[in-house]
Structures are given as C-alpha cells and as structure tokens.
C-alpha cells in the first residue's frame, strides 16, 4: 500500500493557476506509476493525467492538453500537477493515485490503480 496525501488545492478565477501535490509516505517504494483524477458533483472519476515510474512517459486527459502538465520528484516521493488557464469546468475534487509494481506506465484507467489519496478541491470561478 502507498499512503497519499494531497495538497495544493484552493479556489481560482478562470484563466488562473494553481499546482498540486501529492505527497507518499517515507518508505520504500518500487516502481509507482502515478496520475492524477477528478470528480465533480454527481459524475464519475475520470483521468486527468498519469506518468511512468521514471517520470519519462506521460498522458493526458483531451479536455486538459496543453493547459496541465504532470511531473514527479521521486527523491521527494512527490508527484505535481501544474494547472495552467483554468477553466469552470476544471471545478473538482482531485485525487493522486499510485500503484506499485508497475513497470509499463503510465496508466490511464481508475481500475489500474490501487492506491488513492484523500482528495483536494479545485474550485475555477468565472
């Protein structure tokens, strides 16, 4: 299990920024694929950005390209995502995931993933 803790999460205008993080505890870990996932009110979980253990293989949500960008710091054990030009409809509950043992990443569906962290809102006013 790889514990999680999400931080970074507030309230922008749209067109504004902010940068998540995601923080894993201090053991040991092999090979943690990562990725990011939101959920708004009253719909599902969906992917918003996953990358490789490495930190070299990267994907992204169509409705996301080009504005979020994922990155990790696996010296900290900490994965980032930076939101660029936010838009309302970026309003969610964002979560880290994280699953060990995984040497072909990154992944992109929720069912891949084991491991989830507690969740930080993101909140884009027009």
């Known amino acids: 299990q790889v514990l999680l803790v999400e931080s970074g999460g507030g309230s922008v205008q749209a067109g504004g920024s902010l940068r998540l993080s995601c923080a894993a505890s201090?053991?040991?870990?092999?090979?943690?694929?990562m990725g990011w996932f939101r959920q708004a009110p009253g719909k599902e979980r969906e992917g918003v950005a996953g990358?490789?253990?490495?930190?070299?293989?990267?994907y992204y949500a169509d409705s996301v390209k080009g504005r979020f960008t994922i990155s990790r710091d696996n010296a900290k054990n900490t994965l980032y995502l930076q939101m660029n030009s936010l838009k309302p409809e970026d309003t969610a509950m964002y979560y880290c995931?994280?699953?060990?043992?995984?040497?072909?990443?990154?992944?992109?569906?929720?069912?891949?993933?084991?491991?989830w962290g507690q969740g930080t809102q993101v909140t884009v006013s027009s």
């Open positions: 990358i490789s253990a490495g930190g070299y293989n990267t």
């Open positions: 201090g053991r040991t870990y092999v090979s943690v694929c």
């Open positions: 995931a994280a699953r060990e043992y995984c040497y072909r990443g990154p992944l992109r569906s929720r069912s891949e993933y084991n491991n």
